[in-house]
């Protein structure tokens, strides 16, 4: 029977995977309807060789390495695969179906042949980025933003898509990044694009779904709990009273308990807030300290006495302690994922608005005197920046050019003029300085 120990440990699994930036561990699926283009992937090298190759950027170097045009080369039947399979729309189980049951609810199918076709893909814009071929690039980018859509709209396995997701957005963020700024974008590319990152950030809500499923997931692990999984003496306590209802009140009322506890998850990070879930379980703590240390007060003649009443207070106890025992159990640490979250947001809220300001100056001519002009013909609303109380992005122009930046996880106000490190602050926290920016 799968027990609420297990699911922490496995929960524990995926977020020190998703934090080290790696490939999410796959548990038993069904494969994606990426996987027979990646089967059609050939000549790729292994290992260290393999991240080197991906890790390469636009520039002179790429466009005269022949290696990779002919790598390129070689696999456009799997490239031209991976842009078709990503003009599907969701219907929300497009990349690995519903479960059959919750106890399966987290699974998700091997990753890995999904992630090195992505990387391709990224790879194969970088290169005709390279040798000045935009609207080839613009081809894979929009393949790019079809995948990440389908990821944001996928309906189960809500936490690990929305890790991997993120994962994903980091990969792709600095060529995406690029060609919204650039203004040979064509006009196509950069409306369409417009409607896929419109997609993707609507169906972020502050991580609710993934803490709903969480919360859904716990709630069939008590709906399994059995009479013999709890202490000896509250099992002594059913036999002897007969009280068939027990387990279903521990239920219950461990139920509640999480429910509070979702809440707390989903209003932490809305107010990126990590501290309130830190805080939240040291107070969930000492209530569980505070209600043992009451019943190790409590007598035995006390007890015996509520037992020739009725036993009403008794049952209290035995109830409260059974439940407190589940509530024990540690949590995965879900506060460590809210600064990669807001990270990915305010990324993504300055990709769309530069992308916003290179259509509008193309259309007019000129950037506009503030981002609330960009409303409603390019943006629905001005973008809030997660780090600065939700305050609109920072925006400034001269002349032709534009700057849209956040700040970045300091909170720091750098003017845009100090940038971000993502990949720095992924590999190290402390690394947290400079602003989020694009500008052109």
């Known amino acids: 029977m799968i027990s609420l120990r297990a699911v922490t440990r496995r929960r524990e699994l995926v977020i020190a995977w998703a934090l080290a930036a790696c490939l999410l561990p796959a548990f038993a699926c069904a494969g994606t309807p990426y996987d027979l283009n990646a089967e059609l992937l050939v000549n790729l090298p292994e290992g260290k060789a393999l991240e080197e190759l991906f890790a390469l950027a636009p520039g002179p170097a790429l466009a005269a390495d022949k290696k990779v045009a002919e790598l390129l080369a070689a696999n456009r039947v799997a490239l031209d695969g991976f842009r078709e399979t990503a003009k599907a729309a ?87 990044a690029r060609s919204v700024a650039d203004g040979r974008a064509s ?4 409306g369409e694009l417009a409607m896929h990152l419109a997609g993707i950030e609507k169906a972020q809500n502050n991580m609710e779904s993934a803490f709903l499923d969480e919360e859904a997931l716990i709630d069939y692990v008590f709906d399994k709990l059995k009479a013999e999984k709890l202490p000896f003496s ?24 999480l429910a509070e506890e979702t809440k707390v998850y989903i209003e932490a990070v809305r107010l990126n807030s990590p501290e309130m879930i830190k805080e939240y379980r040291e107070k969930v703590e000492q209530g569980i300290k505070e209600r043992a240390a009451a019943r190790g007060r409590r007598s035995w003649w006390a007890a015996i006495k509520d037992g020739t009443r009725g036993g009403e ?39 769309r608005a530069g992308m916003a300001l290179n259509r509008y100056r193309r259309d007019r001519g000129q950037p506009p005197a ?28 001269a002349g032709k050019t534009f ?38």
């Not at 589940?326 to 809210?338: G, N, Q, T, W």
Request: glycine residues 4%; positive net charge; charged residues 20%.
């Open 90 to 176: 969701s219907d929300g189980y497009f990349l690995w179906p519903k479960p059959a049951d919750l106890a399966a609810q987290d699974a998700i199918p091997p990753l890995m042949g999904l992630t090195k076709l992505y990387r391709m893909a990224l790879l194969d814009a970088a290169f005709w980025l390279s040798v000045n071929q935009p609207r080839e690039a613009e081809r894979d980018l929009l393949a790019v933003a079809g995948l990440l859509g389908q990821l944001a709209h996928q309906g189960s396995g809500r936490l690990v898509k929305q890790l991997y997701l993120q994962l994903a957005f980091q990969r792709a963020y600095p060529l995406l």
């Open 234 to 257: 509250t099992r002594a306590y059913i036999k002897f009273t007969g009280d068939t209802t027990f387990v279903a009140n521990v239920t219950v009322s461990a139920k509640a308990a």
């Open 403 to 440: 700057r849209v930046y956040a700040l970045g996880p300091d909170k720091k106000d750098d003017k845009g003029a100090v940038p971000f490190d993502w990949d720095a602050y992924f590999a190290d926290p402390a690394k947290n300085t400079g602003d989020i920016i694009i500008q052109n």
């Open 370 to 397: 503030s981002l609330a002009k960009l409303v409603p013909a390019y943006l629905p609303e001005v973008p809030a920046d997660p780090y600065n109380n939700l305050q609109p992005l920072g925006y400034m122009k």
């Open 313 to 351: 207070e008794n049952r209290k106890k035995v109830l409260e302690r059974a439940t407190d025992l589940i509530l024990s159990v540690d949590r995965p640490s879900y506060e460590k994922l809210i600064p990669r979250y807001q990270v990915f947001l305010s990324h993504l809220r300055v990709l």
């Open 187 to 190: 006009a196509a590319y950069l």
